[in-house]
């Protein structure tokens, strides 16, 4: 009688998952749907020409561009060529060292010629001790901040404090921009006369391409299976993922690696958020908030076309941490603002996006990881009919596979960098190897992320870099 | 049932190798068309920027193939176009863009893709491809959205000094700040002398365009605007005033000195941060005492505009140097001290 029952359960659970993830699937193919026209429209736009006015143009507003850093003396001085070879009319560079225990600030005194400064410091936002304060004799926009470690939140909130401009951009303290990838993000805010309120672009992994000077000179892929999978994976979840939703004006994730605000709309939403390791997606939804409770027609934007180049983990360990941190970011964040989930009053952003954001995004690793058990104790134990079982296989192979095509599609649609169409092939078949073994990982890093969502104290992350730029 | 599965999988396979197939397809044609107009380019660059330069009086010949041609004309010319200095370069390269692509061009714009249309719409500006006006100001008519190719297809207008803007700019409500001011950039002065005048008087004219002209006419360094600009300082629109502040800090120059001094008591910050701006542009010392008080005022933003001013000042950097000591204010020291050993930090 029992085993009945258990089968029943099994059974249960398993139509569950395969009718979850057909929803799931469903959902990425409607935000391809969206997103692709975009991509297809834009593609043969020629991007050079696009921007060249705006490089001469009176209305760029300035921009503060944040880099805060943590032990980042492997990258820091390439990260800080790549901020000062931007194409833009006026910007400063402010480096913030988060009371790091290497050379992160020695490097970036040395290199550039930094002096102190007395600082009149402003207090938007209350942060931890800022005790010395630098700017450059070979570059007088490029200011350095040594303060008390805070975190990351922390150091963006010092570095708002500082910055004298009404726009500032968060870059990551490991990452190069091509060089005009901030006058292309800026694009619609200028155009827009300030309606667009943030913008991010693309973030894509650098490993395995060729940088010179902190400019990317040739794209090429990682040998790493594990990082051309995280590639798959950034394609997927910027070109269909975030252009879908910010085609909609529910976007809740501009990436910390890479994006623009108007510091005016930070201030009002009261900064990054120092309690959460997820800090950017929190502030984003933080905005948004803000923006419906005063009934503002400002828009958060996603461009496909700004790259940031970033350093992917390229060992299990420095994998799994950040995964961790993402899951543990987004759980954070989520439950901080439990109000706006189904609540009318956000619309799309109460309606649709946080609800995609809590079952697709965060709750996908428990039913994934409910439909591997099923499926190997299932068959082990037969509850499960082969049927059953090749049909949950099915769905998980194409969940993944084919919407990583497509993404693959979608990159070669905006970019068309890789030089070689074996590139391509190499994409593609990564892509359908996906279920099979790199999947079934993040799955459980997630869940172990879950679990930690409400137990540990913030951090930086771990990563042992090493570098991109030579 | 698992005969079904198959199916279904089988299926979905397909579409992935065929989409595999398509993407190997159309990667492997653009490295060929790539490797093509590279090669052409290449070959063809040394005698084609003689030609332009008015060294050689032959063209060279093209690439047989229309898409090659196209596209190495474009490259070649938008890169000459960037340095080009004089008449005859400018000439020549005008000559061979109408020669050889304004047909191309006049079918984009009424057959192409948007992207298609757009790049069209830009290399017609970059190369001042003129007998394409009457084309592109048709074009306009035609625009529904208010994007790219709407602003750009303006642009291009602007550029061309069409008679017909301005009366078209001024019923225009959803342009931005921002477009406006390129927009004038691109036109000549004489294109806002009825303009000037509607300003004047009430009117309808939509504000963005209004604070657009304002801003713009500091940036002209026209100064037969100077007396508009100085009517609009007591307009009692309040970013009306703030735009000709900019203006006046742009121009350095205010004819009514004693009305500075009113705005340093302004219940606006803007207007006090402005007027202490002005006043260090203009070296005002007499109003040394007052940028002082100034330094200690509540918004961080007119303390450092002070500050910045004070330093501007015959012997600016003593009186700053005074401030950051003896100031009463400690905001105000700090302010001092920051701008004692900061330099001007802009990019």
Request: proline share 3%; net charge neutral; hydrophobic share 45%.
């Given at each position: 009688?029992?085993?009945?029952?258990?089968?029943?359960?099994?059974?249960?659970?398993?139509?569950?998952?395969?009718?979850?993830?057909?929803?799931?699937?469903?959902?990425?193919?409607?935000?391809?749907?969206?997103?692709?026209?975009?991509?297809?429209?834009?593609?043969?736009?020629?991007?050079?020409?696009?921007?060249?006015?705006?490089?001469?143009?009176?209305?760029?507003?300035?921009?503060?561009?944040?880099?805060?850093?943590?032990?980042?003396?492997?990258?820091?001085?390439?990260?800080?060529?790549?901020?000062?070879?931007?194409?833009?009319?006026?910007?400063?560079?402010?480096?913030?060292?988060?009371?790091?225990?290497?050379?992160?600030?020695?490097?970036?005194?040395?290199?550039?010629?930094?002096?102190?400064?007395?600082?009149?410091?402003?207090?938007?936002?209350?942060?931890?001790?800022?005790?010395?304060?630098?700017?450059?004799?070979?570059?007088?926009?490029?200011?350095?901040?040594?303060?008390?470690?805070?975190?990351?939140?922390?150091?963006?909130?010092?570095?708002?404090?500082?910055?004298?401009?009404?726009?500032?951009?968060?870059?990551?303290?490991?990452?190069?921009?091509?060089?005009?990838?901030?006058?292309?993000?800026?694009?619609?805010?200028?155009?827009?006369?300030?309606?667009?309120?943030?913008?991010?672009?693309?973030?894509?992994?650098?490993?395995?391409?060729?940088?010179?000077?902190?400019?990317?000179?040739?794209?090429?892929?990682?040998?790493q299976p594990i990082v051309v999978m995280q590639i798959i994976e950034y394609f997927r979840a910027f070109l269909i993922g975030r252009l879908g939703l910010s085609r909609m004006n529910i976007l809740l994730i501009i990436s910390g690696a890479f994006g623009v605000f108007e510091?005016?709309?930070?201030?009002?939403?009261?900064?990054?958020?120092?309690?959460?390791?997820?800090?950017?997606?929190?502030?984003?939804?933080?905005?948004?908030?803000?923006?419906?409770?005063?009934?503002?027609?400002?828009?958060?934007?996603?461009?496909?076309?700004?790259?940031?180049?970033?350093?992917?983990?390229?060992?299990?360990?420095?994998?799994?941490?950040?995964?961790?941190?993402?899951?543990?970011?987004?759980?954070?964040?989520?439950?901080?603002?439990?109000?706006?989930?189904?609540?009318?009053?956000?619309?799309?952003?109460?309606?649709?996006?946080?609800?995609?954001?809590?079952?697709?995004e965060l709750l996908s690793a428990m039913f994934e990881m409910i439909g591997y058990i099923v499926i190997i104790l299932g068959l082990v134990f037969s509850f499960v009919s082969i049927e059953i079982a090749a049909v949950m296989f099915l769905v998980t192979v194409m969940y993944?596979?084919?919407?990583?095509?497509?993404?693959?599609?979608?990159?070669?649609?905006?970019?068309?960098?890789?030089?070689?169409?074996?590139?391509?092939?190499?994409?593609?078949?990564?892509?359908?190897?996906?279920?099979?073994?790199?999947?079934?990982?993040?799955?459980?890093?997630?869940?172990?992320?879950?679990?930690?969502?409400?137990?540990?104290?913030?951090?930086?992350?771990?990563?042992?870099?090493?570098?991109?730029?030579? | 049932?698992?005969?079904?599965?198959?199916?279904?999988?089988?299926?979905?396979?397909?579409?992935?190798?065929?989409?595999?197939?398509?993407?190997?397809?159309?990667?492997?044609?653009?490295?060929?068309?790539?490797?093509?107009?590279?090669?052409?380019?290449?070959?063809?660059?040394?005698?084609?920027?003689?030609?332009?330069?008015?060294?050689?009086?032959?063209?060279?010949?093209?690439?047989?193939?229309?898409?090659?041609?196209?596209?190495?004309?474009?490259?070649?010319?938008?890169?000459?176009?960037?340095?080009?200095?004089?008449?005859?370069?400018?000439?020549?390269?005008?000559?061979?863009?109408?020669?050889?692509?304004?047909?191309?061009?006049?079918?984009?714009?009424e057959k192409g893709a948007w992207s298609e249309r757009v790049n069209a719409l830009y290399f017609i500006e970059d190369f001042r491809m003129l007998s394409l006006k009457e084309t592109v100001w048709s074009h306009l008519s035609k625009q529904e959205a208010a994007d790219e190719?709407?602003?750009?297809?303006?642009?291009?207008?602007?550029?061309?000094?069409?008679?017909?803007?301005?009366?078209?700019?001024?019923?225009?409500?959803?342009?931005?700040?921002?477009?406006?001011?390129?927009?004038?950039?691109?036109?000549?002065?004489?294109?806002?002398?009825?303009?000037?005048?509607?300003?004047?008087?009430?009117?309808?004219?939509?504000?963005?365009?209004?604070?657009?002209?304002?801003?713009?006419?500091?940036?002209?360094?026209?100064?037969?605007?100077?007396?508009?600009?100085?009517?609009?300082?007591?307009?009692?629109?309040?970013?009306?005033?703030?735009?000709?502040?900019?203006?006046?800090?742009?121009?350095?120059?205010?004819?009514?000195?004693?009305?500075?001094?009113?705005?340093?008591?302004?219940?606006?910050?803007?207007?006090?941060?402005?007027?202490?701006?002005?006043?260090?542009?203009?070296?005002?010392?007499?109003?040394?005492?007052?940028?002082?008080?100034?330094?200690?005022?509540?918004?961080?933003?007119?303390?450092?505009?002070?500050?910045?001013?004070?330093?501007?000042?015959?012997?600016?950097?003593?009186?700053?140097?005074?401030?950051?000591?003896?100031?009463?204010?400690?905001?105000?020291?700090?302010?001092?001290?920051?701008?004692?050993?900061?330099?001007?930090?802009?990019?």
């Amino acid at each position: 009688m029992n085993e009945v029952w258990i089968e029943w359960i099994v059974q249960g659970m398993a139509v569950l998952v395969i009718a979850y993830m057909t929803v799931v699937a469903l959902i990425y193919i409607i935000l391809f749907t969206i997103a692709g026209p975009q991509i297809r429209k834009e593609r043969q736009l020629n991007q050079k020409e696009h921007v060249e006015g705006l490089s001469l143009n009176k209305d760029t507003f300035p921009v503060s561009v944040l880099v805060p850093a943590y032990n980042e003396e492997v990258g820091v001085v390439s990260t800080v060529r790549s901020m000062l070879s931007l194409n833009y009319p006026q910007f400063e560079v402010v480096v913030i060292d988060d009371g790091s225990k290497d050379a992160t600030s020695k490097k970036v005194i040395d290199q550039f010629e930094m002096v102190e400064i007395e600082l009149a410091i402003r207090k938007y936002f209350p942060t931890k001790q800022v005790n010395k304060a630098f700017q450059s004799k070979l570059y007088p926009h490029l200011f350095l901040l040594v303060k008390e470690n805070g975190g990351k939140a922390d150091a963006l909130n010092a570095g708002i404090n500082f910055s004298r401009y009404p726009y500032f951009s968060a870059i990551d303290g490991d990452s190069i921009l091509d060089r005009d990838a901030l006058l292309k993000t800026m694009k619609p805010i200028i155009d827009s006369n300030g309606q667009v309120t943030a913008t991010g672009g693309t973030v894509r992994i650098a490993n395995g391409s060729t940088i010179t000077r902190s400019e990317v000179e040739k794209v090429a892929l990682s040998r790493q299976p594990i990082v051309v999978m995280q590639i798959i994976e950034y394609f997927r979840a910027f070109l269909i993922g975030r252009l879908g939703l910010s085609r909609m004006n529910i976007l809740l994730i501009i990436s910390g690696a890479f994006g623009v605000f108007e510091k005016n709309r930070v201030i009002k939403a009261g900064g990054y958020n120092t309690n959460t390791v997820g800090e950017d997606m929190e502030l984003i939804v933080r905005m948004h908030r803000s923006i419906k409770e005063e009934k503002s027609n400002q828009r958060i934007e996603y461009i496909q076309d700004p790259v940031c180049w970033t350093e992917a983990p390229s060992t299990l360990a420095s994998l799994r941490s950040q995964r961790k941190r993402w899951q543990r970011g987004l759980a954070e964040t989520l439950w901080t603002h439990k109000k706006m989930l189904f609540n009318p009053k956000y619309r799309g952003i109460g309606m649709f996006s946080m609800p995609y954001y809590l079952f697709v995004e965060l709750l996908s690793a428990m039913f994934e990881m409910i439909g591997y058990i099923v499926i190997i104790l299932g068959l082990v134990f037969s509850f499960v009919s082969i049927e059953i079982a090749a049909v949950m296989f099915l769905v998980t192979v194409m969940y993944g596979s084919l919407l990583s095509s497509l993404a693959v599609l979608l990159e070669e649609w905006t970019y068309h960098k890789y030089p070689d169409v074996y590139s391509l092939v190499v994409l593609f078949f990564w892509a359908l190897t996906e279920a099979f073994w790199y999947r079934p990982m993040l799955v459980w890093w997630r869940c172990e992320g879950l679990v930690l969502a409400f137990t540990k104290k913030s951090d930086w992350g771990n990563m042992n870099r090493k570098g991109i730029s030579t | 049932m698992v005969g079904t599965v198959l199916w279904v999988a089988a299926a979905l396979f397909s579409i992935q190798l065929m989409l595999l197939v398509y993407l190997l397809i159309t990667k492997k044609r653009q490295l060929n068309f790539e490797g093509r107009t590279n090669k052409a380019y290449h070959s063809i660059i040394a005698d084609y920027l003689a030609f332009l330069t008015g060294e050689a009086e032959k063209e060279p010949e093209l690439p047989k193939s229309q898409r090659v041609k196209q596209e190495v004309l474009e490259r070649l010319l938008s890169r000459f176009s960037e340095n080009t200095i004089t008449v005859l370069e400018k000439n020549r390269i005008q000559l061979v863009a109408e020669t050889h692509l304004a047909n191309i061009y006049r079918m984009r714009l009424e057959k192409g893709a948007w992207s298609e249309r757009v790049n069209a719409l830009y290399f017609i500006e970059d190369f001042r491809m003129l007998s394409l006006k009457e084309t592109v100001w048709s074009h306009l008519s035609k625009q529904e959205a208010a994007d790219e190719e709407y602003r750009q297809t303006l642009r291009v207008l602007a550029s061309f000094h069409d008679e017909r803007l301005m009366e078209y700019l001024v019923k225009q409500e959803a342009l931005s700040i921002g477009v406006f001011k390129e927009l004038f950039r691109l036109l000549p002065f004489e294109a806002f002398n009825d303009l000037v005048v509607e300003l004047e008087k009430e009117n309808t004219i939509p504000i963005a365009l209004q604070e657009a002209f304002i801003a713009y006419c500091g940036e002209s360094g026209n100064y037969g605007y100077l007396p508009f600009i100085e009517r609009k300082l007591k307009d009692s629109n309040k970013e009306f005033r703030l735009k000709a502040l900019r203006s006046l800090c742009l121009f350095q120059y205010c004819s009514d000195q004693e009305y500075i001094k009113i705005l340093f008591t302004s219940e606006h910050w803007e207007e006090r941060m402005y007027a202490a701006r002005l006043a260090g542009i203009m070296r005002l010392s007499e109003y040394r005492d007052d940028l002082l008080k100034l330094a200690s005022d509540t918004v961080w933003w007119v303390r450092f505009a002070a500050c910045e001013a004070i330093k501007k000042l015959p012997d600016g950097e003593i009186f700053l140097e005074f401030a950051a000591a003896t100031h009463e204010d400690p905001y105000a020291r700090d302010m001092a001290k920051q701008m004692k050993t900061m330099k001007a930090g802009v990019s």
